[in-house]
């Protein structure tokens, strides 16, 4: 039977693809939709594919002597392959809705993985990334209603079968076990399922599976912010200002080959004034990870005739550009929603030797704040010391990020004011779009992370009545930062 070792580089290459087991972007919008015929395909597709490809021997060779029941292969790819097809549809248009199209690359990317990496580890690595879900709710809640974890209500609401393969296999593994309390059966871990679970996580947050679920998260979140530039209007009313001097302090010059990261609605690209300065003689490339976000700024180059600017869907984790094609990189209140490190190593690489690379991010989250602490209690009690409290970056974590890959780095700090007058924006803002506990808001069950949002807004609510704006007015730290790119393939100093 497989152990987390043996399962670790196909979690890995899994986090890599765009295979996604656990569909909480499902979520974010609604249900997802798949109208009857896409779901027949996805059935039908992933049957037939099932019945060519798995043997029985499989079986013994994931799990042992264990009671795997003979549908749980066939369940295993159709929910990977709906879930990718779902995920596929919010990385693409940021909406739920489900085409052919879709479902057709969801269904071979899913077949392609299972050959490449063989069904059994597939069937392993899908067995323990279900059990994560199921064993951090029973882990979160101390015990389930067996009614509730067989209908994943609280857990899994994604699923629409019950969810009995996967408790019978908890329980023959000693993982988990069903008692009766007061004529009612509920399920609860044992210490081999507390110890498992660690593992799980350990497996997870390594093979980086956990921060990848994050981000595409945050990403559709802000694909859903039809009002994004009246919220940011709203929070952070100076943040035009600081646009502005942010974009003097990137010293990028007219002629130049700008790319920007995170452009959202185009506010940094055309607002502040980026385009008007890099002029006709050079060019800009505005990207964002968020397809509805992209269309947002697209919809403001209308009345601009800029022939010089290009619109491209891309993270800053993965750019889509050839090695040294830029003279600046530059991205205004994106780079916290980054995986930092990967994200400037993607920066030097697409900027040629000498270029600029420029951010203006937050740093991190003044909890200390007596209105944030209150406001944002239901989540931050989550968090248990000594973890960082937020996912956002410290002082030093940018500045030692760049130091590799840029020389000559300029850091300026300061603050700007926040104002915390409407619940539902700030809340909103903050929790789903900046992601800012996600670290810990992904690792309890669905619906306890929903519930506690609800409550953090609540407690917005009561603030807001209780508070003049000049008390709800929190000074936010911000960091500038800007360098050189290093040539790192140029001899050292002294060697010929
Ligand atoms: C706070 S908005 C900033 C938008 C704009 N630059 C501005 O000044 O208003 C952050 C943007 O970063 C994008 N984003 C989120 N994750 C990202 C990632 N991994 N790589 C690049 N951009 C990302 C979001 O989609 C969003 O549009």
Request: proline residues 6%; negative net charge.
């Amino acid at each position: 039977m497989y152990q987390v070792e043996d399962v670790r580089h196909v979690i890995a290459d899994l986090t890599n693809s765009s295979l996604v087991v656990s569909p909480w972007l499902a979520y974010v919008g609604g249900r997802v939709r798949f109208d009857s015929c896409i779901s027949d395909m996805l059935y039908w597709g992933t049957r037939d594919f099932t019945q060519a490809h798995w043997r029985r021997e499989y079986l013994t060779k994931a799990f042992g002597t264990l009671p795997v029941h003979s549908r749980f292969p066939r369940t295993a790819v159709f929910e990977t392959a709906a879930s990718t097809a779902a995920f596929l549809a919010y990385e693409q248009t940021g909406r739920p809705s489900v085409t052919e199209r879709h479902a057709t690359d969801a269904l071979h990317v899913t077949e392609d993985f299972i050959l490449q990496h063989g069904f059994d580890y597939f069937l392993s690595s899908y067995v323990m990334l279900t059990m994560y879900e199921n064993h951090n709710a029973l882990n979160y809640y101390g015990q389930m209603r067996e009614g509730d974890f067989l209908s994943g209500r609280l857990h899994r609401p994604w699923v629409d079968y019950e969810l009995d393969d996967e408790l019978i296999l908890s329980c023959e593994l000693g993982t988990a076990e069903l008692f009766v309390d007061s004529g009612e059966r509920f399920v609860r871990l044992t210490t081999k399922g507390r110890d498992r679970l660690s593992d799980y996580y350990a497996l997870l947050k390594e093979t980086g599976y956990l921060d990848k679920r994050n981000r595409s998260l945050r990403i559709s979140h802000f694909s859903e912010m039809e009002d994004y530039d009246s919220v940011v209007q709203q929070i952070a009313p100076t943040a035009g200002d600081l646009r502005r001097s942010f974009l003097d302090f990137t010293t990028i010059q007219p002629g130049m080959r700008v790319l920007e990261i995170g452009c959202g609605s185009g506010s940094f690209t055309f607002d502040a004034g980026l385009v008007d300065l890099v002029g006709p003689n050079g060019s800009v490339v505005a990207t964002d990870p968020a397809p509805r976000m992209l269309e947002r700024a697209m919809m403001k180059r209308d009345p601009h005739d800029v022939p010089w600017l290009d619109f491209v869907q891309a993270p800053a984790e993965n750019l889509p550009f050839p090695d040294g094609s830029f003279d600046a990189v530059v991205n205004m209140l994106a780079m916290h929603l980054t995986d930092i490190p990967t994200a400037v190593k993607e920066m030097h690489r697409v900027l040629k030797p000498g270029g600029i690379v420029a951010s203006f991010h937050p740093l991190d989250f003044p909890m200390a704040n007596s209105i944030v602490q209150e406001w944002f209690r239901p989540v931050s009690s989550l968090v248990q010391q000594p973890k960082r409290e937020t996912t956002m970056p410290e002082k030093s974590t940018v500045p030692d990020a760049v130091a590799p890959y840029f020389r000559d780095v300029v850091c300026q700090e300061t603050s700007t004011p926040n104002y915390y007058t409407n619940p539902d924006i700030v809340t909103r803002f903050y929790l789903e779009s900046v992601g800012l506990f996600d670290d810990h808001l992904t690792r309890i069950p669905w619906a306890e992370r929903t519930r506690l949002i609800e409550e953090t807004r609540n407690n917005g609510r009561r603030l807001c009545s209780m508070h003049t704006t000049e008390e709800l007015t929190v000074e936010y730290p911000v960091q500038m930062l800007r360098g050189i790119a290093r040539d790192l393939n140029a001899s050292p100093k002294g060697c010929a």
